[in-house]
Each structure stands twice: as C-alpha cells, then as structure tokens.
C-alpha cells in the first residue's frame, strides 16, 4: 500500500472581535491511500422472453440454479452471493398504429462478490456457458477498505494542520485551537473492468492496477498575536 499526501487550498481570514466567528486560519487538506484490488464484484444476468409467462419464468430459474451452483463450485460464501428476485413485466409488439402485448420477458441479477482474482477470468466464462446472458459490470474493490479510508482521513488532518502552521509562522502570529472542521469522502470510483479488455488479454497478463482512495478535510484554526 502506498500513501501520499495532496495539499489543497489555503484561506488566511483576519478580522475584528465583532467578527470573531469568522476570523483565523482556513485550510483543506487531502489524504491518499492506494492499494492494488485483491476482490471483484461480478454483476450479472440472466433474460428470457416467451409468449407464456410460467415457461419463461422457468427458464430463469434454470439458469439461476446454474449460477448459484456455480458460486458453490468456486467456494463463494453465501453471504458474497445475492440473486435478486426474477422481475416479469409485458412483451410488446407493433400492431397498426399501436402496439399489442405478445409475450412476457424475465429478468434476474446477480451480483458475485470473488474474492481471488485469478479466478475471475475462468468463472464468468462458466457463467456465460451456463446461460447468462449479459455480464452487467465487473468491479473491482479491495477487502481492505475500512483500513484505507481511515488512514486517508489521518493523514488529510495531518496535511490540513501541517498547513496551517504553516501560515501562522509565515503570517506571524500563533495557531490557536481548532474551531471547526468538515470531513468529506472522495473515493475515486471503483475500478470497472470491460468484458473486452479481459478477454483480450492473456490470464496470466491481467494486470488490475491500484485502487486510490482520497479524504480531505477543511478546518478552521483560531489565531493570536505572538
């Protein structure tokens, strides 16, 4: 895991006693934690069509067993495994000036949370041969985020009051104690890995890259004359 810092912007507000609620110093810090994603979130599904509704319906509940006997095979823990609940809704046709219900199409999802990339490759393969027909994302994340986003939050305090003394020493005067502070999450967005660009590349070339993730602060120190 690599940390780096990112300093962002800098405010110096003087003022008079009445004004005291908005004097001293102003600053944002940011924190950064990157680490190389060692999970991925497999969203998949499954659609049928069919002029009758039980037929088709039964259609995806074959593929669905399929997959979820698959993520057994692959040693998937329940708990990394939702199947959401097969949604039917009306087929429609051009008819005239108009159109007419002609059927019924099904649709179920899947979200596969694999916990060993080297197998990703090789289950959405067997996925798409057991009857999936679309693979909707494939996300990757890293098991260890909690720890990240707390070690990004420290250091973009650390960033934040670094910059503030700072500019009390540059401007003279001495920093006081803290008066407010915001926190605000800025999480670069997951990684998301194309169908195409995994298939494209050999298995033991699959290269998943870092996962960044960024917290930044804003933070109001009070001031006095030295």
């Known amino acids: 895991m690599a940390l780096r810092i990112a300093l962002a912007w800098i405010a110096l507000v003087l003022g008079t006693p009445a004004m005291a609620a908005d004097t001293g110093i102003e600053v944002g810090g940011t924190g950064v934690a990157t680490a ?49 609940a097969v949604s039917l809704y009306p087929r429609y046709a051009p008819e ?80 006081g104690p803290l008066i407010a502070a915001t926190s605000l999450e800025q999480s670069a967005p997951r990684p998301f890995l194309r169908m195409e660009a995994m298939a494209a590349s050999a298995p033991d070339s699959f290269a998943p890259g870092e996962l960044e993730i960024r917290r930044s602060v804003t933070a109001r120190f009070a001031i006095a004359p030295r």
Do not use: M, W, Y
């Not at 599904?45 to 979820?68: F, L, M, Q, S, T």
């Open 96 to 175: 005239g000036n108009g159109t007419v219900v002609d059927g019924v199409i099904a649709e179920r999802t899947f979200v596969v949370t694999l916990r060993d990339l080297d197998l990703l490759s090789r289950f959405v393969d067997t996925a798409l041969q057991r009857g999936i027909n679309g693979v909707q994302g494939i996300h990757l994340d890293v098991s260890t985020r909690a720890a990240l986003e707390s070690t990004a939050l420290e250091r973009a305090i650390d960033a934040a009051r670094a910059e503030a003394a700072r500019v009390a020493e540059r401007f003279g005067v001495a920093l």
């Open 36 to 84: 190389a994603p060692d999970l991925a979130r497999v969203h998949l599904a499954v659609r049928r069509e069919g002029p009758d509704a039980v037929a088709v319906k039964e259609a995806v509940d074959e593929v669905a067993a399929k997959v979820i006997a698959l993520a057994r095979e692959f040693e998937v823990p329940a708990a990394d495994l939702t199947a959401a």
